[in-house]
Each structure stands twice: as structure tokens, then as C-alpha cells.
């Protein structure tokens, strides 16, 4: 076998900046608006697995398209035959939200940093993991494992994309997806998002009212129209609370758009609800009880206003997070997230919520998954723990559980495992999303270290 200390890596990494900057700049949102059977989760996604299809096109790598969910890049030579390991990674990413300093989908690289949004989560890490199988071609490094790139399409919605995946090809005797912290995911909490359906009430102030991206991501936007009152009442609220506030006339009143900061559903701690800001606006200049119901129940990260707080020794607390809010036809639409220990289930906090809501909404689970603690005990898992401590023995090398759901949730065997490291500030989901420039080629050697000699072992398990 070729040593791997004469592959010249340094060669590669601009044209891995490039191609990161290059799927950056295409906005892969979920759009229901554009999806077809053959694009099923709209443009945008489908351009950006298109783009990565020509890579592979033009690099000579075998691509399987899975009816647009998702795609699997391998060499023409794979042995089809041996064990199987896939690198899972998502292409989609969540919209851009607001309180960018550029424009979300530029790239724009300054002081050693590419901002934009999917930048950390997880474009670098489909370019990366993209470029591994690149080196590994053109140094013709035998493998005795059938090395897979996995690359899929919902992970920021219901993750139908990889259960599709799976259905066709089955279960990979070993996955690694790197969308998390090193140096091991030991484990996640339960995450469930449930779709909330209600009557609106004809004695509340809101005429309307939408805010938020996705309820995996705490609001940063919200705008409410309510009936027109007297500007100097809101600039005074505005005053008192220090809210970015902005207001506008409509024909049917004023609407009134507030500002929060965006972040990741499983840290709302991080961000600034703008959804829960406006609820809390019109019931205090309004003196609505309705907004006011909305923010007891919905207000408060812990769950407490729902009756379903709780907190686990190995997982932490659970979180919730009020991700959406819509009127359509006189129908109030909310969607809520929640991460949570192993201490509970959903089954326990749904029949909980729906004891406080007192069936005055109709109550759905579009995403659902249980928490999980994996088996680190097998071969290919210490392989990666020895191989991290080897390129980075002056980080910690202690296992973390984690509050974000990723693709470990749904495949089988699949342990998440970097690229961040601990300590580094959690940037998926929030404004001016970035990564940094100057490790990308130490990145590259260790992925490619490790993917052959994964692809070496004499057996996964």
C-alpha cells in the first residue's frame, strides 16, 4: 500500500475552497413549492445534487441517483461484493434567516473564514468527504471495504430522504456521518416536532401573523398585523424592551415585524425567539389573552409551560423550541421542536401537551425519532477514537452526548464524529454561519487517513 505521508495534499486544497464556496452559493432550502416526483424536495436541492452528480461525472466515479432523495459516489472499481461503509452528509441546509453581516449565499471569504449559509452545516464536510474519495482514486489506494459517499437531501426536515436510501440498498455494515463534535458522538437526545393545527380565535388582536424558517431553528424573524394603534405605544415597548422593532401601515392595521437571533433548536439558550418577542408585543400592548396563552405555554425553553421539564444526569434537560407560526384561513399553524433525555418519550410529553392545549389544537408528529446511546465497543469505532488521539492528542478525547439530531438518528451502525471540536462556538443555524480556512488540508489527511484504513479492516464490527 502507497504511504500516505507522500500524498501531496496541499494541491488539492484550493480547488476544495472553490467547490465548497461553489455548493455554498446554491441555495438548497426545502421548497415544497418546487417539488415534483422527480425533484422531490424542490430546486434548489435538486441544483446542488446535480452539481455534485458533474463532480463525480467529470471525476470518473460511479453515481446512483435514489429518485432524488439522494445520491451514492463511489469508485467504478469498489469490490460491491465486501463490506460496506458509508460517509453520510446532508446537502440541504436551513433557510438563511436574518442579521447576516453578507449575503447568506455568497461564500464570501474574509480573514480566513468562508461565510454563508451550510458553510458548517455540512458543506464543507460534503466537499471534504468528496475530496478523500478524489485522493484515494488518484493514488490508486487498494480498499478491501466497499467505500461509500452518502449524500442526502432532508436531514433539516423529516429525513424521508435516507429512509428512501435505505429501503433500496440496506444497512451499510458501518456509517460515520461527520456532522457533529469530536471526537465521538456517544449518543442524542430524542428530537420531535410536532405540527400544531388550531382555530383562531375572532376576539384576538392578530388579523395576521408569520415568522420562522424551519422548527429545528429559533426564529429570528416574525411579523404580526395587528389593528393600528398609536405608533408612540410600540416605540415606547420598543424603548423598554431594547427589541429591534420595526413597524409598517396596511390596509387592515399596522404590522409590526420583530427581530430575534437564530440558532440551532437543540441550544435556543443561543438565540432570541422573534416568534415568542411578537406573541409577547401584542399581549402586552394589545392586552391579548390569547398571545398571552401562547407565550405561557410556548415561552420558556425548559418546557415548563407545558408540564414536561425534565433532565437526565447524561443527557441534560429537555428543550423546546417554537420553530414556525402561521394564519392560513383562519387556522393557526405552529410547528414545535423539542430535544429530550432518555428519561422520557414522546409518547409521554405529546399526551402531556395535549392535556394543556385542552384539545384546542389538533396535534400531528411529522418527525419523531427516540434517544439513542451507541455501541462504541466495535472495531471501526476505535478505530476512529484511536485515530483522532494519534492527529490531535492536545484535544479532549471525551465522547459527548448531543442535543442536534443527525443522520446516526435513522442509519443503521452510524456514529456521528466531528468536524467540529469542542470548545469551538456552535455556529449551525445562525447568522454569519462560517468555517475556518486553515485547517481544511489537516482536516483532509486525517479523513483520508482514516477512511483507508476503515477501508482496510478486516471486518466493521
Not at 425533484?39 to 471525476?59: F, N, R, V
Not at 451514492?72 to 469498489?78: G, H, N, S, T, V
Not at 446537502?91 to 451550510?118: C, P, Q
Not at 484504513?453 to 466493521?460: P, Q
Request: charged share 25%; with cysteine.
Amino acid at each position: 500500500m502507497i504511504d500516505l505521508k507522500n500524498i501531496d495534499y496541499q494541491k488539492y486544497v484550493d480547488e476544495l475552497i472553490d467547490k465548497i464556496g461553489d455548493l455554498v452559493r446554491v441555495r438548497s432550502v426545502y421548497d415544497s413549492d418546487s417539488a415534483t416526483k422527480e425533484k422531490p424536495y424542490g430546486e434548489g436541492i435538486d441544483e446542488a445534487l446535480a452539481l455534485i452528480t458533474d463532480w463525480a461525472s467529470e471525476d470518473n466515479f460511479e453515481v446512483t441517483n435514489y429518485n432524488g432523495h439522494a445520491i451514492l459516489i463511489e469508485r467504478k472499481d469498489a469490490n460491491k461484493s465486501a463490506e460496506r461503509i458509508d460517509f453520510v452528509s446532508h446537502i440541504d441546509v436551513v433557510g438563511e434567516g436574518s442579521n447576516w453581516s453578507y449575503l447568506a449565499f455568497d461564500a464570501v471569504i474574509e480573514d480566513g473564514r468562508m461565510y454563508g449559509r451550510g458553510t458548517n452545516d455540512m458543506k464543507r464536510a460534503v466537499v471534504l468527504t468528496y475530496f478523500v474519495l478524489r485522493i484515494i482514486q488518484d493514488y490508486s489506494i487498494p480498499m478491501k471495504n466497499r467505500l461509500c459517499l452518502v449524500y442526502g437531501t432532508d436531514e433539516e426536515t423529516n429525513m424521508q430522504d435516507l429512509q428512501h436510501y435505505l429501503e433500496v440498498e440496506g444497512a451499510p455494515e458501518f456509517a460515520v456521518t461527520p456532522d457533529a463534535t469530536f471526537p465521538l458522538g456517544i449518543g442524542e437526545k430524542g428530537a420531535t416536532t410536532w405540527l400544531m393545527t388550531g382555530e383562531m380565535p375572532k376576539d384576538s388582536a392578530i388579523i395576521n401573523i408569520k415568522g420562522g424558517e424551519g422548527a429545528n431553528n429559533v426564529p429570528s424573524i416574525c411579523k404580526v398585523t395587528v389593528p393600528m394603534i398609536d405608533y408612540s405605544k410600540i416605540q415606547q415597548y420598543r424603548r423598554q424592551t431594547g427589541w429591534n422593532i420595526e413597524m409598517a401601515p396596511m390596509n387592515d392595521g399596522i404590522q409590526i415585524t420583530v427581530k430575534g437571533k437564530s440558532a440551532h433548536a437543540s441550544r435556543p439558550d443561543l438565540g432570541e425567539n422573534a416568534i415568542i418577542r411578537a406573541l409577547t408585543l401584542v399581549r402586552d400592548v394589545y392586552d391579548d389573552a390569547f398571545s398571552g396563552n401562547l407565550v405561557e405555554l410556548f415561552g420558556y425553553s425548559d418546557g415548563r409551560g407545558l408540564d414536561i421539564s425534565c433532565s437526565s444526569p447524561e443527557m441534560g434537560p429537555l428543550t423546546i423550541n417554537l420553530g414556525t407560526i402561521k394564519i392560513i384561513n383562519q387556522q393557526i399553524v405552529m410547528e414545535l421542536d423539542s430535544r429530550f433525555p432518555q428519561v422520557t418519550t414522546s409518547d409521554s410529553i405529546t399526551e402531556k401537551i395535549k392535556e394543556r392545549l385542552n384539545d384546542h389544537f389538533e396535534i400531528t408528529r411529522p418527525f419523531d425519532t427516540p434517544a439513542i446511546l451507541y455501541n462504541l465497543d466495535g472495531t471501526a469505532c476505535k478505530t476512529l477514537m484511536k485515530q483522532f488521539k494519534e492527529h490531535y492528542p492536545n484535544h479532549s478525547q471525551e465522547p459527548e452526548l448531543m442535543g442536534g439530531v443527525t443522520y446516526a438518528k435513522i442509519v443503521p451502525n452510524c456514529v456521528a464524529f466531528g468536524m467540529d471540536f469542542q470548545g469551538q462556538p456552535m455556529l449551525a443555524h445562525q447568522a454569519d454561519e462560517y468555517i475556518e480556512l486553515d485547517n481544511l488540508k489537516e482536516l483532509l489527511q486525517f479523513y483520508t487517513e482514516l477512511a483507508v484504513e476503515l477501508g482496510n479492516l478486516e471486518s466493521l464490527k
